[in-house]
């Protein structure tokens, strides 16, 4: 009887705060490895917004002029304007990635190991969240400073205000992503999800254009944009980026994570989500 109660399984319960920080570095340090060995991930999100930063900005400064809105109080340059939608495009395409990640270490087997674990389910979750969204503050940083060199400079304090904006907006994504990663059977279909999930959330935002033009041009587009939660994660950090805080756009934001988040965690628990029903009708 000894022996037996000696080999038992730990409770849940029974984990102390220092046993779930040991596992959430352990995640953390895994998702930093897997960055650090994927050096062309690091250049293709960089690569990608300068491009639009670089190109496409240049070509539209003079055709597409942004009048004075808040936050800004003086007329500003076009790439000015679309560096916080920029911004968010790095969180979006990260939090894609992640969401990749997950499919394959689905077809590899590794998620099932880490699923198996005896921490909650939706500690496993958020820290692997956790650790995608720090990749992708890095990558925003990364891409701020080089567009830095560009001429595109937010106030100093800036950069240290937006990161709690960032921070709700990469795990706002990342949720969203992690979602996702659920509906995908096969890792040939995540590009599908790209096309029908990363570009028109992108697109059919603020990120590229004001609301106010937007509202000019179509009424209907518009009102899609409003109900867009990339919008309001753009315009987080937009505000961010000069000490204010938009607070419709923080609501939407909280909002739109708890959601995404609630919604991983049911479809990643094995008695209710949609993961392990696909793959035991797989193996049918």
């Keep these: 009887m000894t022996d037996i109660a000696s080999h038992a399984p730990i409770g849940r319960s029974r984990f102390s705060l220092m046993n779930y920080l040991v596992c959430l570095k352990g995640i953390l340090i895994r998702e930093g490895l897997r960055y650090l060995n994927q050096r062309e991930r690091f250049i293709s999100s960089l690569v990608r917004p300068l491009l639009w930063l670089f190109i496409f900005a240049a070509g539209f400064r003079q055709v597409l002029g942004v009048s004075i809105i808040p936050p800004y109080q003086t007329y500003v340059l076009y790439e000015v304007y679309i560096t916080p939608g920029l911004c968010g495009m790095i969180l979006l395409f990260s939090g894609m990635q992640s969401s990749l990640s997950m499919v394959y270490d689905r077809e590899m087997g590794n998620m099932r190991t880490l699923l198996v674990s005896p921490f909650p389910r939706w500690f496993l979750l958020v820290s692997k969240l956790l650790a995608g969204v720090a990749v992708s503050i890095i990558q925003v940083y990364a891409f701020l400073f080089i567009a830095w060199f560009w001429g595109v400079k937010a106030p100093p304090s800036g950069y240290l205000l937006t990161l ?121």
Excluded: H
């Design 164 to 284: 709690p904006a960032l921070f709700l907006s990469g795990m706002m994504l990342g949720a969203l992503g992690m979602l996702l990663s659920s509906l995908i059977k096969q890792l040939e279909n995540f590009a599908g999800i790209m096309n029908f999930v990363i570009f028109p959330m992108y697109f059919a935002s603020s990120a590229l254009y004001p609301l106010w033009r937007v509202q000019e041009a179509s009424p209907l587009l518009y009102k899609i944009c409003l109900l867009n939660p990339f919008t309001y994660a753009v315009e987080l950090v937009r505000f961010a980026f000069y000490g204010q805080i938009e607070w419709t756009s923080l609501a939407v934001v909280c909002g739109f994570t708890i959601v995404f988040i609630a919604g991983a965690i049911i479809a990643y628990d094995p008695s209710r989500g949609l993961v392990i029903k696909k793959q035991e009708g797989g193996n049918n």
